[in-house]
């Protein structure tokens, strides 16, 4: 299976940018899509192929995929962005990658 | 509004079989591919198994491939996996998820999960 790498943590003072990084072979060439989890809940799909939002996700959530790398940027971060978040690609058979937990300061 | 309901989870001991069931409504069930993915305890997603919405494909991971079986049911508006031969690494909640289209394979939709414990 098509192997997805992410930080384990990202960091964000409230109300500054956060990036979640997602590596993975010419990922640029995939369509990339990622969830936010927040815990007890189910995960929540907040972009889709790259860099589209889904009706009802705020437009400080945005994409971007080139290379070997796709970036998960929430801007003027919030409390509530407070979660895990999930990239994910098909490549034969759906991947996800580690996850990454997302701390708002 | 979609909504997916899963059921059927519980505790089963290794080697055990057991079927879950997800009751989909809100959207025109055969249009869409369905998933299932799982979540062990503290630990991240992981894709079990997805169909097209006629039913026609399947595919599977790796990890379950040979033991689980997807299905759908049109009539009912419901998918199901089947697990057999199961292993305490099965262990999860697992999740039943919509796709955006017919075999996109990213999920817009999401249940709530039932709870599978393999454990003797």
């Known amino acids: 299976s098509y192997e997805l790498t992410q930080p384990l943590s990202v960091s964000v003072a409230l109300g500054q940018t956060a990036r979640i990084t997602c590596g993975g072979n010419?990922?640029?060439?995939?369509?990339v899509h990622w969830y936010q989890q927040k815990p007890g809940q189910a995960p929540v799909l907040v972009i889709y192929?790259?860099?589209n939002r889904p009706s009802g996700i705020p437009e400080r959530f945005s994409g971007s995929n080139s290379g070997n790398t796709a970036t998960l940027t929430i801007s003027r971060a919030q409390a509530g962005d407070e979660a895990d978040y999930y990239c994910q690609v098909w490549d034969s058979s759906t991947s996800f990658g580690g996850g990454t937990k997302l701390t708002v300061l | 509004e979609v909504q997916l309901l899963e059921s059927g989870g519980g505790l089963v001991q290794p080697g055990g079989s057991l079927r879950l069931s997800c009751a989909a409504s809100g959207f025109t069930f055969s249009s869409y591919a369905m998933s299932w993915v799982r979540q062990a305890p503290g630990k991240g997603l992981e894709w079990v198994s997805g169909i097209s919405g006629n039913g026609h494909s399947t595919y599977y991971a790796d990890s379950v491939k040979g033991r689980f079986t997807i299905s759908r049911d049109k009539s009912k508006n419901t998918l199901y996996l089947q697990m057999n031969s199961l292993r305490a690494e099965d262990t999860a909640v697992y999740y039943c998820?919509?796709?955006?289209?017919?075999?996109?394979?990213?999920?817009?939709?999401w249940g709530q999960g039932t709870l599978l414990t393999v454990s003797s």
């Open positions: 192929r790259d860099s």
């Open positions: 998820a919509k796709d955006r289209g017919d075999s996109n394979w990213y999920f817009d939709y």
């Open positions: 010419n990922i640029g060439r995939k369509n």
